[in-house]
């Protein structure tokens, strides 16, 4: 077969025709499917990310800066404070109600895939239990489970996926029974790729002689998919007002802690937003931060290296509030912002892209030699009328899973610690001892907090030997 004629015509008004090079050596189903790609990328939006590749030397960002100047850290409410504006009692009875009620659903990003730290499929497959074996999945999923073992109704949840991970994502809920949860209340929908480009050219790379080297579209990604799959609506259909979201690698996660909802709830909140305290400068996190009547958060690679150092008087840096992607909005906050074309702005990552050589030769790059673009769904921030942030230790609900065995940081064997001293210190709360050098695991669908430990555990019990409590 030929090339179609609207697809050969899209690429010369984009200037694109190179990636037809290789089409005689693809054979005819090959052909079809590399149709069907083609016809498939948003060449406006291919114009416009050219533009912002182009402009980038020119200190052109894709998104609006901030003025540093006139920033702050905003005012935090603090996850189990005496001293917040709003009660910690009521807030924890208003979250309660607002779970029990049903009124409350959850978006589980799930697109990353698992090579970086040497397994293949999706990153929500890796085991990191450090009893149980559990992987990512198991932990998150049961942790929904347990919401409705104590609040009498299921949380109605959304896994988003991608191109890379959507079919292992689906064999593994169906494989496993969606991990307990009722199917009828997991929906599953995937994110769009976004062609990456020549970092010199702006040309698009290909990464076969049938196929765009492709990306995910970043978390921001969720906003458009959810909408375009229906997923808003299906949310409405089971009586979900507020959507809380958080992250497939962060074990530790508390997106759903009726404390934070009831803050949320209680500020009359559009989008509420954890974060953990910044310590030291060169914490890779971004922070949130307050400027002329809107919050929005700044990347750290765009926080300049004297803002990120500057601290207050006490010793706190100024910029400390550091994000952790876990986040709540209001329904009718995300359809709003759905049908806004600019609500989020394209970001660009130089990054080593392996690609097909002149000849056709798959080269794979030791340095960044393509631009990839995604979107961060905090840029929502500064649409929403009203923003709570509340701070949570670290300890408590963030051990991000982001590099390979043997790294510094962020890796496995740091994850399992955390989470072993996180089960620690809740069963002491609830009068459990644990012997020293014992590793401890809280089964992720029997025990949320120390309040669940008494129904598997009598207070003054010592355990002695690796346990996963609630099995």
């Known amino acids: 077969m030929t090339p179609p004629p609207a697809v050969v015509a899209a690429l010369a008004r984009a200037g694109q025709e190179h990636v037809l090079a290789f089409w005689d050596r693809l054979d005819e189903p090959a052909q079809r499917a590399f149709v069907a790609e083609l016809e498939a990328v948003d060449w406006p939006l291919f114009d416009e990310m050219r533009r912002l590749t182009a402009a980038r030397g020119h200190g052109a960002v894709a998104h609006d800066a901030v003025d540093l100047t006139i920033a702050a850290t905003p005012p935090c409410l603090r996850l189990g404070g005496t001293t917040n504006g709003i009660p910690r009692e009521a807030a924890v009875a208003r979250g309660g109600e607002a779970l029990r009620a049903g009124g409350v659903g959850a978006i589980l990003v799930a697109g990353g895939q698992g090579t970086r730290l040497g397994c293949q499929g999706p990153k929500g497959l890796y085991r990191v239990g450090p009893i149980s074996g559990a992987s990512l999945f198991e932990m998150l999923l ?7 073992r104590r609040y009498g109704r299921d949380v109605p949840l959304a896994i988003m996926t991608s191109s890379a991970t959507d079919a292992d994502t689906r064999a593994f809920l169906d494989a496993r029974s969606c ?3 009722d199917p009828a209340k997991v929906f599953v929908f995937r ?15 290909l990464d076969g002689p049938g196929h765009l080297a492709l990306a995910p579209d970043g978390h921001g990604g969720m906003l458009v998919a959810l909408a375009e799959s229906g997923g808003l609506d299906w949310f409405s259909r089971h009586g979900v007002e507020h959507v809380a979201s958080f992250q497939v690698d962060n074990p530790l996660a508390l997106p759903l802690a009726a404390e934070f909802l009831g803050y949320h709830l209680l500020s009359d909140a559009e989008l509420s937003t954890q974060v953990v ?5 060169g914490e890779r996190v971004g922070v949130v931060v307050e400027a002329g009547g809107r919050h929005t958060i700044v990347e750290y690679s765009d926080l300049p ?7 207050l008087p006490g010793g706190r840096l100024r910029f400390h509030a550091g994000s952790i992607a876990v986040h709540c909005f209001t329904r009718e906050f995300l359809r709003r912002a759905a049908a806004r074309e600019d609500a989020l702005p394209l970001h660009l990552a130089f990054k080593a892209v392996p690609a097909l050589d002149a000849d056709g ?25 009203r923003v709570c942030v509340v701070e949570i230790e670290a300890s408590e609900g963030f051990a991000p899973l982001k590099n390979p065995p043997g790294s510094a940081g962020d890796a496995p ?13 809740v069963l002491g709360r609830a009068g459990v001892g644990v012997a020293d050098g014992v590793a401890v695991e809280l089964a992720a669908d029997r025990i949320l907090d120390e309040a669940d430990v008494a129904a598997v555990l009598p207070a003054g019990t010592v355990i002695a030997r690796p346990t996963v409590v609630g099995r």
């Not at 290296?305 to 601290?311: G, I, K, Q, T, Y």
């Not at 995604?374 to 929502?380: A, G, H, K």
């Not at 064997?413 to 210190?425: D, I, M």
Request: one cysteine or more; a positive charge.
């Open 142 to 148: 049961g942790k929904l489970v347990a919401v409705r």
């Open 179 to 181: 991990c307990g949860l």
């Open 191 to 205: 994110q769009h790729d976004l062609p990456a480009v020549d970092a010199a050219t702006g040309r698009l790379l």
């Open 277 to 281: 305290e910044k310590r030291a400068p």
């Open 305 to 311: 290296a004297v803002a990120a150092a500057e601290r």
């Open 361 to 385: 030769v798959r080269r794979v790059p030791t340095a960044p030699n393509a631009i990839k673009f995604e979107r961060f769904i905090f840029d929502l921030m500064p649409l929403a009328r």
């Open 413 to 425: 064997e740091h994850v399992q610690a955390a989470l072993v001293a996180h089960a620690t210190r």
